[in-house]
T-cell receptor, first 111, second 116 residues
Framework: DAKTTQPTSMDCAEGRAANLPCNHS???????VYWYRQIHSQGPQYIIH???NNETNEMASLIITEDRKSSTLILPHATLRDTAVYYC????????????FGGGTRVLVKP | GAGVSQSPSNKVTEKGKDVELRCDPI?????LYWYRQSLGQGLEFLIY????????KSGLPSDRFSAERTGGSVSTLTIQRTQQEDSAVYLC??????????????FGQGTRLTVV
């Protein structure tokens, strides 16, 4: 699976958009970009995933660059409950769906 | 049940004892995963089940660790002769058939294991 690079931490103001970057310059053509988050003392929670088109769901939007070497997760209106560690993961679909979690970005939403 | 259930939620054991951790996946989910998360560390993959078989055991750290799944449902992770470095939160996740496409993995709340 391709390696991902994320900032260690970032702060965000409540009510503002949070833009979380992820670099995956070695991504291959059949690898998807997945985002999970882990709120303190809970198990990870799926957010969104995409291959090459931008994706949006009720939680977030995922913007993938045209060369697919980087992506951005957007939380449109951050709330205090969005404080968590956000993981960007790159892997092929299927084949057991084993997820390899890196260090993630620790996001602190401040009032 | 409504989600992935793990038991116990907390377990304190003495070094050298054996422990069993249980995972009840979401009904109908054929894929089941075990991970562990040591204090302040990221999540480490342990083993993956598809049905009752385990095609990927690559993350089990030593032969003291084993896991089984029966009836395509409940799974048990067993740690024999526990060591202090086994202290961690053990997380279980399940998903629909993961053989040829991505399906969202749902995680339980984990079992916090402390070896004293």
């Amino acid at each position: 699976d391709a390696k991902t690079t994320q900032p260690t931490s970032m702060d965000c103001a409540e009510g503002r958009a949070a833009n979380l970057p992820c670099n995956h310059s070695t991504i291959s053509g059949n690898e998807y970009v997945y985002w999970y988050r882990q709120i303190h003392s809970q198990g990870p929670q799926y957010i969104i995933h995409g291959l090459k088109n931008n994706e949006t769901n009720e939680m977030a939007s995922l913007i993938i660059t045209e060369d697919r070497k980087s992506s951005t997760l957007i939380l449109p209106h951050a709330t205090l409950r969005d404080t968590a560690v956000y993981y960007c993961i790159v892997r092929v679909a299927g084949a057991g769906n084993k997820l390899t979690f890196g260090g993630g970005t620790r996001v602190l939403v401040k009032p | 049940g409504a989600g992935v259930s793990q038991s116990p939620s907390n377990k304190v054991t003495e070094k050298g004892k054996d422990v069993e951790l249980r995972c009840d996946p979401i009904s109908g989910h054929t894929a089941l995963y075990w991970y562990r998360q040591s204090l302040g560390q990221g999540l480490e993959f342990l083993i993956y089940f598809q049905g009752n078989s385990a095609p990927d055991k690559s993350g089990l750290p030593s032969d003291r660790f084993s896991a089984e799944r029966t009836g395509g449902s409940v799974s048990t992770l067993t740690i024999q002769r526990t060591q202090q470095e086994d202290s961690a939160v053990y997380l279980c996740a399940s998903s629909f058939d993961a053989s040829n496409r991505y399906t969202e993995a749902f995680f339980g709340q984990g079992t916090r294991l402390t070896v004293v």
